[in-house]
């Protein structure tokens, strides 16, 4: 049957304090048979759902994306799982992201919050979905790290990042490595400076001051050394003469340097 309850406080719960794509996510993931109420005011929302895949979705006289679409636009109520039941005449077989992609096209979305590199959180979703050309290109540029104030330019590249973020499939990436030239100082003793910017990022990344790096030359050496920040050096490592001796670290090489 399609008939669906009235709402039941003792059985429902509120979306004030829940996304709602992450709800239906869930239970994508999870691959559950059952519908999923929405307890509005004026209004009903139902998804139904089969192993997991989006089989129906209705919201007043609206179905099918519409109907997600006009949800997300007031994610407000109620919501119950119904386990079990299955629509008797279901009308779409979709995962819940193909769904919400579609839906998330017809809302106004903001930007990511971040303009650096982005790590893809669950490949294997991605994975599953159909890609344009375009968009898979975009998606190679994530991959290879490509900064996402750098992408934010292209409308397309900006909508797909938006709808990304939202759906939690990309997160800012947290590198604590980096690849750095070498230069010779003697503004320091007994200590190598790295940009703030990086510093800032090992902090966030290790939720800890940094007191040391390990630096690693492209022939495998490593050494530990202590570190400090410095405004606008952007790639360069200073290190002064005598750590220069002491490690055989030459001005102009290049080197990996991490937080310890």
Same mark, same amino acid.
């Given at each position: 049957? &399609?008939? &669906? ?19 239906? &996510? ?9 519908? !999923? ?12 759902? #089969?192993? %997991?895949?989006?089989?129906? !979705? %209705?919201?007043?006289?609206? %179905?099918? *994306? ?7 636009? @007031? ?9 079990? $039941? ?11 992201? /193909? ?9 106004? =979305? ?9 790590? +893809? ?7 599953? $979905? ?7 290109? +975009? ?5 290879? #790290?490509?900064?996402?104030?750098? =992408?934010?330019? @292209? ?14 499939? +990309? ?5 604590? *490595?980096?690849?750095?030239? *070498? ?31 390990? +630096?690693?030359?492209? /022939?495998?050496?490593?050494?530990? $050394? ?17 750590? $220069? ?16």
């Amino acid at each position: 049957m &399609t008939s &669906t309850p009235s709402p039941d406080p003792r059985r429902s719960t509120s979306l004030d304090t829940f996304d709602f794509l992450e709800l239906l &996510t869930l239970l994508g993931t999870q691959r559950r048979t059952g519908v !999923l109420h929405v307890y509005r005011e004026r209004d009903q929302f139902d998804a139904w759902l #089969q192993g %997991g895949r989006v089989r129906h !979705l %209705g919201l007043g006289e609206r %179905g099918g *994306v519409a109907a997600l679409t006009g949800l997300l636009a @007031d994610p407000r109520g109620r919501f119950h799982f119904d386990e079990g $039941l299955i629509h008797p005449a279901p009308n779409m077989d979709a995962s819940v992201d /193909e769904v919400a992609l579609d839906a998330l096209n017809e809302l106004p =979305l903001p930007d990511v919050a971040f303009q650096g590199p982005a790590r +893809i959180v669950t490949p294997e979703r991605l994975a599953e $979905l159909r890609w344009t050309l375009r968009e898979q290109n +975009i998606l190679r540029q994530i991959e290879a #790290q490509q900064p996402v104030g750098d =992408l934010l330019p @292209d409308p397309e590249a900006r909508l797909l990042l938006a709808k990304l973020s939202r759906l939690g499939m +990309i997160v800012p990436r947290k590198s604590r *490595v980096a690849r750095l030239a *070498v230069v010779a100082t003697r503004q320091v003793q007994g200590v190598v400076v790295v940009d703030e910017t990086i510093f800032q990022r090992w902090k966030a990344a290790i939720v800890r001051h940094p007191q040391n790096v390990v +630096i690693r030359t492209d /022939e495998g050496q490593r050494h530990t $050394l202590p570190v400090r920040s410095g405004a606008g050096l952007g790639n360069q490592l200073l290190v002064p003469p005598e750590l $220069l001796s002491r490690t055989g670290l030459r001005a102009g090489m290049s080197v990996l340097v991490k937080p310890l």
